[in-house]
Structures are given as structure tokens and as C-alpha cells.
């Protein structure tokens, strides 16, 4: 690795995208943000501003990419990541999976630089294999609402391997399952996000279905210390990460009453199209090619956002 690697993250004012920031700089890269903001925020990355080793760039990553000088590292983390924010903008969303996705590995290719594709756990679809080993090749509706996300992603994996077979660009692709902690956006859709804020608004917790389906729940610090070992890593192949422990929606509720000391009523909502009934990472390649695992248990991961949502009201 290069005395101080100089290194892109697209989608680096988001959720994820800003803790990747984070760690990177600490572990003493030179990091460029690229984001153009449509579900990221500036307020994610404002501790940053200031520093020498650190540059945003407002842009959007599927029109022409240009970056002066050399780049190390390009990690593609640019989309819109919950089904709130894709079937708000679902053009958007395959647009930056495929036409993005083109425009990184274009700009990795021209610089020598390794690439690593955000991709996910949606591309199992709801999956008819549990829990989800990288083999399985999924189960997802192509033409249904959350369409846009799923092949938006199986694209962007396919194309990344094009590259990697047919230029012989350096590439990873991590297929992150459900993540959690500070700087999630308050209402962007995802569960714990929601149970939480209206949990501190004393709102009933919106529950879909039965509250049966199951999810996997990986803290943030968890997720960004395992992207760190695959950037660095010889693996090629697709690498799921995420925490292997499975909850109900039902048992999440259960957890949350037990951290504020009260019980918590519900609604019930018809279940989304296509929505998962199962979730769950086969870790096994992580554990062995990159001796991660999680850390971080549930209780204190909520406990961490909980805070966060009190000291950030919106």
C-alpha cells in the first residue's frame, strides 16, 4: 500500500459512504467524497471540512468522471440504499448502477486503481436458500417495485467482473446485509431507523405482515472494519457481510421495549411487494479469507443510535 493512498469514495456523504470517510482517513488515506447529495447529506461529512487530507466533490457519477492525479483506491458506494429512497427514484437508482458503475470502473481502469463495488444482500431477492451463501444466484422479481434496486445491483456485479476479466482491473464486491447506527436518516425506510424515531416521537411502531420475517442487523463500525479487509485482500469474488444473527421484526420490537423501559405499541401494514420473508448472511467466506466477524451486539448497537437520533431531533 502506497505511504499515504489517495483514495475516492463515491457516495461518501451517505450513511455508509461517511464511515467509510472516516475509517480511511484514519488509517491514513488521502480521501476525495464524491456525492451529489440526492440522499446524502453534507451534515454526515461537516467534521471533516477543514482537513488537508480530505476534498468533497459534488457530483453526480453517471455523467462524465474526471479526478486529476493519481487514485489508489476507488470505492463505489453511490446510490440510493432504501426502499424508500429507490422507489422515490427509481430512474435514478438504475442509472447509477449501471451507467455509475461504468463511469467508477472507467476511472479505475484509467488510474491502476483497485475497485470496490458496494453491492447487497437484495440481490438474493427474496431469497428460497437460507441463509445466503455467495453461491446462491437469488431469487428476484425483475419488473416488481423494488426491481430498480436488485438488478440495478446484479448489474453493477456483472459489470464489475466484465472489467476485472476483460481488463484486468483490480475489483471486490462486498454484498452488504442490513446495517444500522449513527447518521442513518430518520425516516429513510429502513426498520430500525423507524422503530427508533417513533419510539422518541411516541409513535406506534409500524410493523408490515405478521412481524415473522427476519432480518440480520450489522453495526456500522462492524460493517466498515470488514470493507476494509476485503479492499485489502486478494478476493475477487463476492463477499456478503453482515451479522449472521437472525431477529424477527417482532423480536426488534422486543429489544427496543427492553432498552427504554417500556412497552411499545404497534400498527400492522399490509407487507411491501416482493418484500424478503428471510434474511440472513452465510459469513462463512468472511470469516475465513478475511477473519471478520461481527463484534458489536444488537442492544449496544441501539443503544448508540438511539443516542444519535436523541442528540440529531429532525
Known sequence: MPSTPRT??????????????????????????????????LDN????????????????????????GPLDYLLHF????????????????????SLGTHKALGLAKAKGARF????TSEVYGDPQVHPQPESYWGHVNPV????????AK??????????????????RIVRIFNTYGPRMRPHDGRVVSNFLVQALAGQPLTIYGTGQQTRSFCYVTDLVDGLVRLLLSSEVDPVNLGNPTEW???DLVTTIETLLGRSLPVTVHPLPTDDPQVRQPDITRARTLLGWAPTVDLATGLRQTLAYFQQHPR
Not at 429507490?86 to 448502477?97: E, H, N, S
Not at 470496490?116 to 453491492?119: D, G, P, Q, Y
Request: negative net charge.
Open 8 to 41: 475516492l469514495v463515491t457516495g461518501g456523504a451517505g450513511f455508509l459512504g461517511s464511515h467509510l470517510c472516516d475509517r480511511l482517513l484514519a488509517e491514513g488515506h488521502a480521501v476525495i467524497c464524491m456525492d451529489n447529495l440526492l440522499t446524502g447529506s
Open 45 to 68: 461529512i461537516a467534521h471533516l471540512f477543514g482537513r488537508d487530507d480530505f476534498r468533497f466533490v459534488k457530483q453526480d457519477v453517471t455523467e462524465y468522471l474526471y479526478l486529476e
Open 78 to 97: 453511490a446510490s440510493p440504499a432504501s426502499p424508500v429512497d429507490y422507489l422515490r427514484y427509481p430512474i435514478q437508482t438504475l442509472k447509477v448502477g
Open 116 to 119: 470496490l463495488l458496494a453491492s
Open 144 to 151: 416488481g417495485p423494488r426491481g430498480v434496486y436488485d438488478e
Open 154 to 171: 446484479r448489474f453493477a456485479e456483472a459489470l464489475t467482473m466484465a472489467y476485472h476479466r476483460a481488463h484486468g482491473v483490480a475489483t
Open 248 to 250: 424477527t421484526i417482532r
